[in-house]
């Protein structure tokens, strides 16, 4: 089978995305109510006032969860997509997964620097994953960089015998 023929949609990408990061952003977001009194600092944000404090504090925890979650999000990427399953909870849900140019699982050095290479595609306003949306092999900067596409599941490489 050729790759380019079994292309994941960017729609299938985009809801794939979707429901990994909801479901990270909920853990971290539950693990700051429950243990580093998250919710106090809401509370607190408020009923400010016009007091300045709380509302630099929760911005400040906020932006914290956020970027927990996004370093979460990477880590998991790269054990999940390197493992058998070639993909997140969102993309096996959404019948989707990552491979590399030859059409194979990625192994976890390759999965590690494409992980790291979605720090680049989102750091300029997002244009590397904005950049799917245009590309004729649907790939963002970070698969560009590290030669992966995302297909669909049930894209076996060819085999040669």
């Not at 016009?50 to 956020?66: G, M, Q, V, W, Y």
């Not at 750091?123 to 950049?131: C, K, P, Q």
Request: charged fraction near 25%; glycine fraction near 4%; charge should be positive.
């Amino acid at each position: 089978m050729e790759i380019r023929q079994n292309l994941a949609s960017n729609s299938n990408r985009f809801f794939a995305y979707f429901i990994d990061i909801v479901m990270i952003c909920l853990i971290v977001f539950i693990i700051f109510l429950l243990f580093f009194d998250f919710d106090q600092t809401a509370k607190e944000y408020f009923d400010r006032g016009s007091n300045i404090a709380p509302r630099i504090k929760f911005l400040k925890e906020r932006n914290l969860i956020r970027d927990i979650s996004i370093l979460v999000w990477i880590v998991y990427c790269v054990f999940m997509e390197s493992s058998e399953k070639q993909g997140t909870i969102g993309k096996s849900m959404m019948g989707i997964k990552v491979v590399d140019e030859n059409g194979n699982r990625m192994e976890l050095s390759k999965s590690l620097q494409r992980n790291l290479s979605k720090i680049l595609s989102y750091a300029i306003v997002s244009l590397g994953f904005i950049w799917i949306l245009f590309d004729k092999n649907k790939q963002g900067w970070h698969d560009k960089i590290n030669q992966t596409f995302v297909v669909n599941k049930n894209f076996e490489p060819d085999q040669l015998i």
